[in-house]
């Protein structure tokens, strides 16, 4: 098999800081003081300036800050048909051992949303299409390709909704045909968003990484579940969700511990525990990991990796506001490369063409990024990723 290179040596996970322009219609809108229509007109004025923004500062891969979603994981599940959307979410309807629940209800916050199968699962219509366009439009047709775009997992409210509660037993009576109808969902997504010009697609899943958390294995046992299957579970509908797609069409995954309002996060542990079914069982071209801070872990898992995968080191963080030292990014890059040499028996210098480095997360998931985090320092911290880049890399940055 041949080694995909990557789009992008520097590179970053897709939200931005919002503008409090797009704060308050959102607001506005849930109030009824404004319509969908009004929303989406400013989301598409903040776009447009953002991505400006990121051609400004040679910022790579251009992305919609997801400006035009609620929340990172909004806008798919809700639109298929066969589902219905939950918001706030009851505590009755989650899944009070999965680490994202877990921590929430903890903290005294709310679960903001779900959506919940009470159909037979299609996708008659691109859900994200409008919203493809919104970035999409912004830049030349040649430029296109340039642009990546995200997406929830399809696993995403199987795990974090009580056992029982994703799908009615009346439409799907076992886990296996939920999976099998919501793969076709995401297939057809797939199909019509490269008809219209995407060529790279993120799936942002922090799910997997929950499963490196001993504590939620834990609770999921006490709920009944084989956790080991559930994973295997998982990552077949991860499979099934991106089969067939183009040979041309670049599919990532982002895997993160959680970046929940202002840098809250689920879990840590590291990769070890998963790693080596994790990266020889997905089908995806590149993996986007979390790398900002001793809660990931270290680099030993990056041995797993296969020759023909890309890994794109999370080692800027996007919790914290202050810049990291560029000397050490560089150092702990080739770290990671020796590790990965070492496993796949390469050079480190082979290894390095199949490497990135981004921040760990995006800055502003569900809308609200880190303390002290603003504009200017998001900026300069995609500004360090590109010229550490640029050092490591310097024929393709």
């Known amino acids: 098999m041949t080694v995909t290179k990557l789009p992008f040596h520097a590179d970053h996970i897709g939200s931005l800081i919002r503008p409090g322009s797009v704060s308050e219609a959102q607001e506005k809108t849930n109030a ?5 229509e009004q929303l989406k007109e400013e989301q598409q004025r903040a776009i447009a300036d953002v991505v400006k923004k990121q051609q400004d500062h040679g910022v790579h891969a ?11 994981f909004s806008g798919f599940f809700e639109k298929l048909e066969g589902f219905k959307e939950v918001s706030p979410v009851p505590w009755d309807l989650a899944r009070l051992s999965a680490a994202p629940i877990a921590a929430l209800k903890k903290a005294g916050k709310q679960y903001p949303m779900a959506a919940i199968c009470d159909g037979k699962i299609r996708n008659p219509h691109s859900t994200y299409l409008e919203n493809w366009k919104m970035l999409r439009d912004c830049v030349p047709k040649e430029q296109w390709s340039q642009c990546k775009f995200t997406m929830p997992p399809p696993c995403y409210f199987h795990l974090r909704l009580a056992p029982g509660k994703c799908y009615s037993k009346e439409v799907y009576s076992n886990d296996e045909e939920f999976f099998s109808d919501l793969a076709k969902a995401y297939q057809q997504e797939v199909k019509v968003l490269y008809s219209e010009g995407l060529r790279n697609l993120q799936i942002d899943d922090p799910t997997l990484a929950y499963f490196c958390s001993n504590d939620m294995l834990d609770g999921l046992r006490k709920d009944g579940e084989d956790t080991d299957k559930m994973f295997e579970m998982y990552l077949k509908a991860h499979n099934d969700g991106i089969a067939n797609r183009a040979d041309d069409m670049h599919v990532g995954l982002h895997v993160c511990r959680g970046n929940f309002s202002k ?18 069982t997905l089908n995806y071209d590149t993996f986007y990991l979390e790398y900002d801070n001793p809660r990931s872990g270290g680099f030993e898992p990056l041995r797993h990796l296969p020759k023909h995968k890309n890994v794109v080191l999370g080692v800027v963080t996007t919790k914290e506001p202050e810049l990291e030292d560029a000397a050490l990014i560089k150092t702990r890059v080739k770290e990671a490369a020796e590790v990965i040499a070492k496993g796949q028996g390469r050079t480190a210098q082979e290894a390095m063409e199949n490497i990135g480095i981004s921040p760990q997360c995006g800055f502003a998931s569900v809308a609200v990024g880190a303390e002290g985090m603003t504009e200017e320092k998001m900026f300069a911290k995609l500004k360090l990723v590109a010229d550490v880049a640029k050092e490591l890399w310097p024929d393709r940055p």
Do not use: N, P, V
């Open 32 to 36: 009824g003081l404004i319509s969908q």
């Open 62 to 72: 251009i992305c919609s800050g997801e400006f035009d979603r609620k929340y990172y």
């Open 263 to 280: 840098s809250m996060h689920f879990s840590e542990g590291s990769y070890e525990t998963i790693a080596e079914q994790f990266f020889k």
